[in-house]
């Protein structure tokens, strides 16, 4: 197998993981295949390195071009490899965005399907660190969230994508979920009820797929 | 977000409590509202940060709350009448909206952040244009994507492939920086002393002119309030 292959296929995934609008499974095997060549080329390099004639290290054209060949394998892996994880957390990012923040729903197990996003048993898709990254992403959130806005007015967590029309909205219960508190007292949710209730009050619960907004 | 109820137009009072409109009505000034949708736009159309907005923010929230406080009020007294109740409900969707305007203004920010996180936490000059919180969050954000990739790649490779920021003739830095070449459309809001254009000549833009440019000709404009972006 030619030097990038394994590189290459990594970077293939991520972009099909774009397209597909998903996120698949952390492939250890790949990145372990990846730092393995990395490894190899980079003792290659110092091998050739030494038998550059030391007193005019310019002159010896077929090993030059050797360290310069494996040089710019050695850069492409590694920019591969730092691109396949970026991309990753920048999906991490999204997945995390579109359940409201709520991190123990995405990382918790996979009888509780989130609705639209399909994020069910995420966590067995995710590499260790990968998880640990979200955890310390929420708690400098939660930090930013007190610093900024320290108001319960304000929802940063709730949707962005269209601006409110109505105060109220009709609400069908996908999921139980218990008694809240809402402008007119409090409501027990259960499933396959209706509610005209007002946006504010349930669009967390909206967010994180417990209700389904009727239209 | 054209017909904002009365109570929103109304400058907030710098102080407490005091009531009194004193700004003349004939000099047309932007309302906070109006203010916080132009720097709203600004934000998601130039691909730098700008400067925070961190003072209006704090005073329309403060004016949400004691709106949203006003109306609790208003609802629970059971004198007010039918009318009164239409009014009310004006308020709380107007409430609605500018709570979403502010929502979508710091998560722009936010994403701009956490994109240059790590030219924004080496970069000094930019500090000044975040608060505090968005500046702290900007370094952690830097450091857990570097402990992220420390921990799942980097430190298993070789010492000499280690580095965070290899600078390679002909392959892009690896420190995202944020692209001023980007073309954005510029508003004049008032007329416009002449600025450099990238091929030398100069441009001067008249009041309501709308130009197509890229973004580092109209920065300094955009900084000192002489344009929007639309």
Redesign the interface.
Known sequence: MAYGDDATQLVIESKRSQHADSLLKYNDHLVRAVIREQRDLEKLIQAALARLAPAAPGDDVAVTADVVLYQTVILRNKRCLLAYHAHRLDRLKDLYWSVGGALPLLLSAPTTAVSANAAGDLRSRLSPHEVDFLRAYNDSLIDFRSGVIDTEELDLFAQISKPPKDLHVLVRVVRDCGVIQTEVGAIDFRRGQRFLVRRADVEHLIVQGYLDEVS | MDEDPPELNRRPAPRANATVDVIPQAVVEETPFQQLIRHWMNERHAPDILRTQEGL?GRM?DH??KQ?DDVQLLRADPDSSEDEHFRI?LV??EI??V??????Y??TR?HKI?KYARYISTTPEIHERL????L??AR??SH??E???N???LQ???E??QSLN?Q?PF?PP?IPVPDKTRAVFAHALDACPPVRLPDGSTMEMDKDQISLTPYHVVEQLLAQGAVELV
Do not use: C, G, W
């Open positions: 923010l929230l949400i709350k949203t409900m709380q969707t609605e909206r709570k979403f305007v502010i929502r979508s710091i998560r936010l956490e608060t505090q919180a968005e702290d969050h952690r954000y857990l994507v402990t992220h990739f921990n799942s790649v298993s490779l070789p000499e492939q290899d390679v392959l690896m």
